[in-house]
């Protein structure tokens, strides 16, 4: 499922133009429409990442923090098209900052719900074909990749992600991390996203996120990261 993406106006961009609105300018330079962001539905019932994630973490993740994002994303844009019509730019300057967090945990979250299958079906195992081997490219093996992902996840200082990400001139894979919800940008094509936040975890694993970050390889979806890096 696409993340419903939209398309930037005079004043978006002008509100864009500060050197902390950056990550959102970039994000709004992609392929956005002019409509409203809307929740993604799952491919997939609430409770069907069990054990590795609860049902209960998933609906409140999926019906109440995207949804979070979502609305959050919508007001932001509002104010900036009602803003534009008063000619009020300093208003609209100022929802970068919201634009960039909300539109950022909107599509990390979209991208992230893709990457997710039960593992009864496509979750899980190791990635197959040109994708598997890049990751041996670029990392030596898998179990290093992964290892790696996992270090690089309990290093994030408070709330982030960590990204599997393609250069878009080299064709090289690497990992990145991003504090909050800074969406991957700029020459980066994100292609795997695990959420390090603690509503991703905390109902089920606690303060044991080490144990979450080992169980979501049983629910990864191979299949979309793949598709995402053979484009």
Known sequence: MASTLLRTTPAIRAALRTPAAKPAAALFGTSFVRSKATLPDLPYDYSALEPYISGKIMELHHSKHHQTYVNGLN??????????????????????????????????????????????????GEPSGSLADAIKRDFGSFDT???????????????????LVQDKTSGTI?????????PVTGNLQPLLGIDAWEHAYYLQYENRKAEYFEAIWNVINWKTVASRFEK
């Not at 990749?145 to 990204?163: E, P, V």
Request: aromatic residues 8%; negative net charge.
């Open 145 to 163: 990749f992964r290892k790696q992902t996992n270090t690089a996840l309990a290093g994030i200082q408070g709330s982030g992600w960590a990204w």
């Open 75 to 124: 007001t932001a844009l509002e104010t900036v098209e009602e803003a534009k019509e008063k000619g009020d730019f300093t208003k609209a300057a100022a929802q970068a900052p919201l634009i960039n967090f909300h539109g950022g945990g909107h599509l990390n979250h979209s991208l992230f719900w893709e990457n997710l299958a039960p593992a009864s079906k496509e979750g899980g």
């Open 174 to 182: 690497g990992l990145v991390t991003r504090a909050n919800q800074d």
